[in-house]
């Protein structure tokens, strides 16, 4: 079996009183996306981190393919490319001296350098951009430098906290996009607090609460634990309640005051596309339908409350 990019154990932390993070463990694969969500003050840059060797734990262990953080720092660091939040980029370079300087920082041979900016350049779609100041970058293409510099070492781990705060709904798709060729390569950790950031590119997630881990397993199975979604369904002529609940895939029903339904549903099931269907040769004219999707407060009550059960 191949061991694991990732490995954390007994993963804990405080700044001065109050632990910010407690015994959280978890191991990652070597290439895929892994989400780490959790809502503001979560624990999630701590542990970020300190998987980065920027902070030193107080207690527990990280492995990097194997290497103790801790004990061997520089060694673990050479496998892992780091976008913090808020990156510090010197905006006085263009996009080329920056990502020279990251790769020398970063020790990538002199004689490499040039093909290393050049690729991730290429890779991050940023090559038409080479002479422009930092400082004259839009936030999305800022974003897709601090993304660059992550990966011009070609590090096994790549570590992006929150890369898409701060972005245009557009700029999001782009840097998801992004984010995902990315990953087909490196094993990627993803951290953000928006639920259907994860939901869109994550193959596996960890949702982090008040420093503690409650919940670790893959997407589809976060999916089909939290309370299903819903989905609101307009019909100028509606068939009887029972009709719909028939439906396979509709868990439950509920007519609201406008005359429209609500429909809760399971995740997997593709009821959209059934319901069209059905509404085309049952003659249900079918006006609207619209997804409502959990907020992370209502996941997090969720999870909460089938732990206390
Ligand atoms: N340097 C620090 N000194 C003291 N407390 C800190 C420090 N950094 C973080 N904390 C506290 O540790 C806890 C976890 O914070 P952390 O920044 O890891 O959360 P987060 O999930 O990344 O949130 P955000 O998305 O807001 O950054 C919070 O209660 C925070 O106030």
Redesign the pocket.
């Known amino acids: 079996m191949k061991q694991s990019i990732v490995k954390i154990e007994n993963l804990s932390h405080r700044?001065?009183r109050?632990w910010?993070?407690r015994d959280i463990n978890f191991e990652i694969d070597q290439v895929g996306i892994l989400g780490l969500l959790?809502?503001?003050?979560?624990?999630?840059?701590?542990?970020m981190n300190i998987l980065c060797g920027v902070l030193n734990q107080t207690e527990g262990n990280v492995y990097i393919d194997g290497i103790d953080i801790r004990e061997q720092p520089e060694e673990a660091k050479k496998l892992l490319g780091f976008l913090p939040?808020n990156a510090p980029l010197h905006l006085e370079l263009t996009v080329e001296e920056y990502l020279i300087y990251c790769a020398e920082i970063r020790n990538v041979e002199p004689a490499n350098i040039k093909q290393a900016v050049n690729e991730v350049m290429e890779k991050c779609g940023v090559a038409h951009f080479a002479n422009r100041l930092l400082r004259n970058l839009s936030g999305g293409y800022r974003q897709r430098v601090g993304i660059a510099q992550a990966i011009i070492h070609k590090p096994k781990l790549v570590v992006l906290?929150?890369p898409t705060n701060g972005l245009d709904p557009n700029q999001i798709l782009e840097v998801r996009k992004l984010i995902k060729e990315i990953a087909e390569e490196h094993a990627v950790i993803f951290?953000t607090?928006i639920l259907s950031e994860v939901q869109a590119i994550c193959k596996d997630i960890k949702m982090?609460e008040s420093?503690r881990m409650v919940f670790a397993d893959t997407m589809d199975a976060f999916n089909n634990y939290i309370m299903p979604d819903t989905m609101r369904v307009v019909m100028d002529n509606p068939p009887p309640q029972e009709e719909l609940m028939a439906i396979s895939g509709i868990t439950g029903l509920e007519l609201l005051n406008d005359g429209s339904f609500r429909l809760r549903f399971t995740a997997s099931s593709e009821l959209s596309k059934q319901l069209v269907t059905m509404s085309v040769q049952r003659g249900w004219e079918l006006k609207e339908i619209m997804l409502e999707k959990s907020s992370l407060d209502e996941v997090f009550a969720q999870l909460s409350n089938k732990k206390s059960r």
């Open positions: 700044y001065s109050d910010a993070i959790g809502s503001n003050g979560a624990g999630k840059s701590t542990t939040q906290d929150e951290s607090h982090i420093g």
